[in-house]
């Protein structure tokens, strides 16, 4: 098996394990990253990963619905929305400091998952 195959089931297994999809497991991931940045730790007790999951549940379906817009990725305004949206929802469980960069990253990541 080639070094790709594994990282891969690697990732697979790791987001089977945190009941994620792939797609919501990669939101996850950035979601964590910014979150232990922000707080300066290594790791987050567990009523803060799932309040992580449960954002990033909602914000994933949110975007899969909103990318089904023809060329939402050419449209401003919608765009613009979903920012809105994905700032609610971190300033409904986390930092303000977290909603730009959080922000920023996931919009870079929904046009690679869901072009």
């Known amino acids: 098996m080639d070094f790709r195959g594994t990282i891969e089931e690697n990732r697979e297994r790791q987001a089977e394990d ?41 914000l994933v379906s949110m975007m899969d619905e909103a990318s089904k817009i023809v060329d939402f990725f050419k449209k401003w ?23 730009k960069p959080v922000t920023e990253r996931f919009m870079e990541l929904a046009k690679v998952k869901f072009k």
Do not use: C, P, W, Y
């Open 77 to 99: 305004d919608e765009q613009k929305r979903v920012k809105i949206q994905i700032k609610r929802a971190i300033l409904a469980s986390f930092d303000e400091s977290m909603v």
């Open 18 to 58: 945190l009941g994620l999809s792939e797609t919501e497991f990669a939101f996850h991931n950035i979601l964590m990253t910014e979150l232990s940045n922000a707080m300066g730790v290594k790791s987050v007790d567990q009523e803060t990963h799932d309040s992580v999951k449960e954002v990033v549940r909602n």
